[in-house]
Structure formats: C-alpha cells, structure tokens
C-alpha cells in the first residue's frame, strides 16, 4: 500500500465524521495529527476547569457545547475566532499533558521501546506513518490511513495492543490509555510541517533528557521517490 504523495484535508473529497465520544473527523489518505495519553495523564481538577471555561467559550459564541456537531460549527467561525479557540484550549490541553503528571511510566526505556514497536510494525501496509512522539505520559503522530473507518479502528489497535503488553510489563490489569484521543485532519502543508516541528521539539519543551522519550521522522523525499 501506498498513499503517496500524502494529502491535507480538502472538504472538496468524500470524508466522515464518525461518532464516539468525541465527533472525529476521517478523510482516506489525508494526514492526521493524533494525539493520545494515560488514564493519569491529566490530573481530573485541571480537566474539569478546562472542560468549563471551553464550554462556556463556545457558549459565548453561539454554539451548544453538548451538540454532536460543535467542532464543525467552530470550523465555521472567522478565521480570528477560530484561532482563538486554537491558542485557549487545544494549546493548553497539550501544554496540560506536557507537564508530565502521573507515574509517567513510558520514561522508561524498555516500555517506550514497546509502543514504538507496534506503531512501526505495518507502517507501509496499514498506514503510512511520517512522524512520532512517545512522552511520558502521551503519544503524538502523524499518520495518513487507506480508509475513512482505518483511523479509528487502528488507533484502537494500536492502543490494545500495546495496553496488554505494557500492563504485563508493570504487572497492572486494567486500562493503561484514555479512551478518547484527540485527532486532528491537517489543513495545510504549512499546518503538516509545523506539527512535525511540534513532534520533533516535544520533549525539549518538557524539558525531558535523552532516553525519557523516543522520537521518529520518515526522510519524505526518500519515501516519496
């Protein structure tokens, strides 16, 4: 399989929004920036106040924040509003997770090694996937998938996957991951090359020192060629 050249969202093509707990948005072969943590990655105090000043932010504006469609009605707000929205809450969120709560157990080597493993295992055949990040406590990546559902679905494998074999490692029993990640269709190729730039300066941002992370980046004019 192959998806080259990878593409950026164009609402001109056929893509989904497919409903779980969060409304994710899913185009065949366009980038997405996925984002997903441990179940103690966010401490539930700084989770419940993000929660409320974003619902009152889009309160604000117009839009009821318990709808099904409330990401599609902040994408169609002005460019200034947007984001705003951007800066207030998806920028904090992931500052949030940068700020390493919890037991921060893929410090470790041994335990990074596993989730590095599985997200390279059918990169090529499944997914092709151009960059990643394992922090402490979350996984960033940018990945384009063959089908609108292969997002999600492999997400969830990825994650069970990986889940088992950690909790074996720690010997736990249980959910390691949140359920929900975050994900995120890449609009330009400006937006692509910023995101790559965001994954590659994480863990310097965090101020984490070599071997408390693992750090992957596809050469893209070798992989294109």
């Known amino acids: 399989m192959s998806l080259w050249p990878l593409q950026v969202f164009d609402p001109k093509l056929g893509f989904s929004i497919l409903e779980r707990k969060l409304p994710h948005w899913s185009q065949a072969g366009?980038?997405?920036f996925i984002t997903w943590r441990t179940l103690d990655s966010i401490p539930?105090?700084?989770?419940?106040?993000?929660?409320?000043?974003?619902?009152?932010?889009?309160?604000?504006?117009?839009?009821n924040p318990k709808a099904?469609?409330?990401?599609?009605?902040?994408?169609?707000?002005?460019?200034?509003l947007q984001g705003e929205f951007v800066r207030s809450f998806s920028d904090r969120w992931h500052r949030s997770l940068d700020a390493c709560h919890g037991a921060c157990v893929l410090k470790r080597p041994e335990l990074s090694q596993i989730v590095s493993d599985s997200l390279l295992k059918f990169d090529g055949e499944r997914y092709e996937l151009t960059d990643f990040v394992v922090m402490?406590?979350?996984?960033?990546?940018?990945?384009?998938?063959?089908s609108e559902e292969g997002m999600l679905d492999q997400c969830e494998g990825w994650k069970h996957y990986?889940?088992?074999?950690?909790?074996?490692?720690?010997?736990?029993?249980?959910?390691?991951?949140?359920q929900d990640g975050f994900d995120h269709l890449v609009r330009s190729v400006e937006q692509f090359e910023a995101l790559r730039h965001y994954i590659a300066t994480n863990p310097a941002k965090a101020r984490l020192q070599t071997g408390e992370f693992r750090h992957y980046s596809t050469d893209l004019s070798r992989s294109a060629s």
């Open 136 to 146: 402490p406590n979350h996984v960033h990546l940018l990945a384009a998938f063959v």
């Open 68 to 80: 099904d469609d409330w990401k599609i009605q902040v994408s169609k707000l002005e460019p200034r």
């Open 44 to 63: 539930k105090s700084v989770l419940n106040c993000w929660h409320a000043d974003r619902d009152e932010w889009l309160r604000r504006h117009g839009i």
């Open 30 to 32: 366009t980038v997405c």
């Open 162 to 178: 990986q889940a088992v074999k950690l909790n074996r490692e720690l010997g736990l029993s249980g959910r390691f991951w949140q």
